[in-house]
């Protein structure tokens, strides 16, 4: 090893690194033996101020007495600032970003001599970008037809049926019970939850009712109460139920017509803005394109992402892979949570194995999200303060808080960063697709 300045000023230490692998560093420094007793001094003093031992007033300890009574804290606190500090001050003096915590190994403290340790790291890959110029994505041309934006008007039009009772008549194919219903596995050993379900509308003979409902209680009259099986199917669309036979128990409240508005420009008027229906048919129509082409688009670029990661292969720290990991974990779970999953049953999710399904799509991410910021640098893309309180003001619009708020919050957990390098990575996206064409 030879002698070399740091950043602190202190011509002694002294300090070597290793290139351990693509991304893997390690630096060994040693700290001068008079700048650790130095350290150990301010921190003796710190002791002396706060400890308090039988036989001496507060604050008036003596050195001698701290150093023997409190000799592995002392070591600790050293360490804990004198570690950090130099391992630093190295780094940046040979030009290295860690872009993880630093793993200390064969630490050497012993009074009056160095300081000395190990730091395994890692940093950025060096990442040439090629090809990517040469991309090519899918720009294909958007159609709605006719048909599907009479389609969904019809759509519009059945949200805004009235219902209205019918009496003195039994259950008649077109006509919905108004019910309740509990159903429960046949199986007696089946521990599928049960349903529940109050105030439902059944269609009899509906395309979309199960077979089994409007068999049973065609013919039924309102007060009545039926009991019957259904057998679901093996490829049902609720998989809690696929394959299983439910018995339920139908109680009808009263019997329902439905009625459906005329398609007319009064009807036009009833759904807000609109003074027409051709107006609604036209907004329609511009949602659907909108719909379209943004789905269109997003399948292109992500296609165009994949390409761009399969022409440049490169190490990917793995402190980066971990980190993303987590956040794609965090999003799963809350997910979750929305959906109403309890905490105790996360809690017993099988968590190394989810962690490793989500490793090589994590890898995918943390790949692109380095290529583009690479692109954005040679390119010169950057992002603006307009677009950037933009983003913020659009975050606190979902939120349902001020931009001050949503700024203080994202300050405390270094998301403001986040959300700039986002923005310019989807700039960037647009610029390659937009060259692709």
Same mark, same amino acid.
């Given at each position: 090893?030879?002698?070399? *300045? @740091?950043?602190?000023?202190?011509? %002694?230490?002294?300090?070597?690194? @290793?290139?351990?692998?693509?991304?893997?560093?390690?630096?060994?420094?040693?700290?001068?033996?008079? *700048?650790?007793?130095?350290?150990?001094?301010?921190?003796?003093?710190?002791?002396?101020?706060?400890?308090?031992?039988?036989?001496?007033?507060?604050?008036?300890?003596? /050195?001698?007495?701290? =150093?023997?009574? !409190?000799?592995?804290?002392?070591?600790?606190?050293?360490?804990?600032?004198?570690?950090?500090?130099?391992?630093?001050?190295?780094?940046?003096?040979?030009? +290295?970003?860690?872009?993880?915590?630093?793993?200390?190994? %064969?630490?050497?403290?012993?009074?009056?001599?160095?300081?000395?340790?190990?730091?395994?790291?890692?940093?950025?890959? $060096?990442?040439?970008?090629?090809?990517?110029?040469?991309?090519? #994505?899918?720009?294909?041309?958007?159609?709605?037809?006719?048909?599907?934006?009479?389609?969904?008007?019809?759509?519009?039009?059945?949200?805004?049926?009235?219902?209205?009772?019918?009496?003195?008549?039994?259950?008649?194919?077109?006509?919905?019970?108004? #019910?309740? +219903?509990?159903?429960?596995?046949?199986?007696?050993? &089946?521990?599928?939850?049960?349903?529940?379900?109050?105030?439902?509308?059944? *269609?009899?003979?509906?395309?979309?009712?199960?077979?089994? !409902?409007?068999?049973?209680?065609?013919?039924?009259?309102?007060? %009545?109460?039926?009991?019957?099986?259904?057998?679901?199917?093996?490829?049902?669309?609720?998989?809690?139920? /696929?394959?299983? @036979?439910?018995?339920?128990?139908?109680?009808?409240?009263?019997?329902?017509?439905?009625?459906?508005?005329?398609?007319?420009?009064?009807?036009?008027?009833?759904?807000?803005? !609109?003074?027409?229906?051709?107006?609604?048919?036209?907004?329609? =129509?511009?949602? +659907?394109?909108?719909? =379209?082409?943004?789905?269109?688009?997003?399948?292109?670029?992500?296609?165009?992402?994949?390409?761009?990661?399969?022409?440049?292969? !490169?190490?990917?720290? $793995?402190?980066?892979?971990?980190?993303?990991?987590?956040?794609?974990?965090?999003?799963?779970?809350? /997910?979750?949570?929305?959906?109403?999953?309890? +905490? *105790? &049953?996360?809690?017993?999710?099988?968590?190394?194995?989810? =962690?490793?399904?989500?490793? %090589?799509?994590?890898?995918?991410?943390?790949?692109?999200?380095?290529?583009?910021?690479?692109?954005?640098?040679?390119?010169?893309?950057?992002?603006?303060?307009?677009?950037?309180?933009?983003?913020?003001? /659009?975050?606190?619009?979902?939120?349902?808080?001020?931009?001050?708020?949503?700024?203080?919050?994202?300050?405390?957990?270094?998301?403001?960063?986040?959300?700039?390098?986002?923005?310019?990575?989807?700039?960037?996206?647009?610029?390659?697709?937009?060259?692709?064409?």
């Amino acid at each position: 090893m030879s002698p070399t *300045e @740091t950043a602190g000023g202190h011509a %002694d230490t002294k300090s070597e690194a @290793t290139k351990q692998g693509g991304v893997k560093r390690e630096i060994s420094v040693e700290i001068p033996a008079e *700048e650790v007793a130095r350290e150990t001094e301010v921190i003796v003093q710190k002791y002396q101020k706060m400890a308090r031992l039988p036989g001496f007033r507060r604050g008036h300890v003596p /050195a001698s007495i701290i =150093r023997q009574r !409190f000799k592995e804290d002392l070591k600790s606190d050293v360490v804990e600032a004198l570690v950090p500090r130099y391992f630093n001050q190295e780094a940046e003096r040979q030009g +290295m970003v860690p872009v993880s915590q630093p793993r200390v190994t %064969d630490l050497h403290i012993h009074e009056g001599e160095p300081l000395r340790f190990k730091a395994s790291f890692e940093v950025m890959p $060096e990442i040439k970008v090629e090809g990517y110029k040469e991309l090519r #994505a899918d720009h294909p041309q958007i159609e709605v037809k006719d048909e599907e934006v009479e389609e969904a008007l019809n759509n519009v039009r059945e949200q805004h049926a009235t219902f209205t009772s019918v009496e003195g008549r039994p259950l008649a194919d077109g006509d919905f019970a108004q #019910a309740s +219903m509990d159903g429960r596995p046949k199986d007696a050993d &089946d521990k599928t939850k049960p349903v529940h379900m109050d105030e439902v509308l059944i *269609e009899i003979g509906g395309k979309n009712t199960v077979a089994e !409902f409007s068999e049973n209680l065609r013919g039924a009259n309102a007060g %009545d109460t039926r009991e019957f099986d259904v057998v679901y199917a093996e490829d049902a669309p609720d998989k809690r139920l /696929a394959g299983k @036979t439910f018995v339920y128990t139908v109680k009808i409240h009263a019997i329902k017509q439905k009625s459906l508005p005329e398609l007319n420009d009064d009807f036009a008027k009833e759904l807000g803005e !609109f003074t027409s229906l051709d107006q609604v048919r036209k907004q329609i =129509r511009e949602n +659907m394109l909108a719909e =379209r082409k943004h789905a269109a688009e997003r399948e292109a670029k992500d296609k165009l992402v994949a390409d761009l990661v399969k022409r440049n292969d !490169f190490e990917v720290p $793995e402190s980066l892979i971990d980190r993303q990991i987590d956040l794609r974990l965090e999003r799963g779970l809350r /997910a979750l949570a929305a959906q109403g999953m309890k +905490m *105790e &049953d996360m809690k017993k999710m099988d968590l190394p194995r989810l =962690r490793a399904g989500q490793r %090589d799509q994590a890898v995918q991410d943390v790949k692109s999200s380095l290529l583009l910021e690479r692109i954005a640098e040679l390119e010169g893309i950057t992002v603006s303060d307009e677009e950037f309180n933009h983003e913020i003001e /659009a975050l606190a619009r979902q939120s349902k808080q001020s931009p001050e708020a949503v700024r203080a919050r994202l300050t405390e957990d270094g998301g403001l960063a986040r959300i700039r390098n986002r923005i310019r990575s989807e700039k960037t996206l647009d610029v390659l697709y937009h060259q692709s064409a």
